[in-house]
């Protein structure tokens, strides 16, 4: 009955290559991010999602694109992947606009070899 | 430019004592603070939060203090355990439009000895 879940957890692949992670979450939220964490552990949004419609998009190549079919899916498609993606990337969902707790996924680790 | 800063980088304290963990802000518009906990392998868990209205908020352990003038909050955790050994990020929101959207400090990585 995991809240936010990502998958795969672990992620190696070539430069060049295109991937994607997924996420699903079972909490009833509309709003659902997309966090990178990198090897220093700082943690910085890459989009924001509410009710399937883009709200926040921080300057993140446009090789990254988010997908979300439905309130509760927000998948990440990255195209032609360089050695700097080499990160954790986290899931997030919190309920509508308002600020309140944003619950996280266990984090996909990508590593591009 | 980082909006948020957070210090210690890393912080030893010995079982029973009180860690303290502090941050800086520089957008006035953040009006959300939370305070997140992540193990290693897992996704940040939210700690405590506080909103720029109350001074200090208190759950358990842990507080935060939160002064709006100086643009300062800290977190304290008292009678600190092995368990509490983690990394504390701390956090800011602000926008009507922005949900969690959420501006994180740099961590500090809290080892508590036994």
């Known amino acids: 009955d995991t809240a936010v879940s990502q998958t795969p957890k672990y992620l190696v692949t070539q430069m060049g290559n295109d991937k994607s992670i997924k996420c699903e979450q079972n909490?009833?939220?509309?709003?659902m991010y997309w966090y990178k964490q990198d090897s220093k552990k700082f943690l910085k949004i890459m989009f924001s999602?509410?009710?399937?419609?883009?709200?926040i998009n921080e300057t993140v190549p446009n090789r990254f694109s988010p997908k979300s079919p439905d309130k509760a899916h927000l998948n990440l498609h990255i195209n032609s992947l360089e050695l700097g993606d080499s990160a954790v990337y986290f899931c997030?969902?919190?309920?509508?606009?308002?600020?309140?707790?944003?619950?996280f996924g266990q984090g996909t680790r990508l590593t591009v070899v | 430019q980082q909006q948020v800063k957070q210090s210690p980088q890393s912080l030893i304290v010995q079982k029973g004592g009180i860690s303290i963990i502090n941050c800086a802000y520089e957008?006035?518009?953040?009006?959300?603070f939370p305070w997140y906990q992540q193990f290693p392998g897992k996704g940040p868990a939210l700690l405590i939060a506080?909103?720029?209205?109350?001074s200090e908020k208190k759950e358990g352990r842990f507080t935060i203090s939160f002064n709006k003038s100086a643009k300062q909050f800290s977190l304290h955790i008292m009678d600190s355990q092995p368990g509490d050994s983690a990394t504390y990020f701390c956090a800011a929101a602000s926008g009507e439009t922005s949900g969690s959207r959420l501006t994180f400090g740099e961590g500090t990585q809290l080892t508590v000895n036994p």
């Open positions: 506080i909103r720029p209205d109350v």
């Open positions: 957008n006035t518009a953040f009006d959300y």
């Open positions: 997030a969902s919190s309920q509508g606009l308002q600020r309140t707790e944003a619950f």
């Open positions: 909490l009833g939220h509309d709003t």
């Open positions: 999602y509410n009710n399937k419609e883009l709200i």
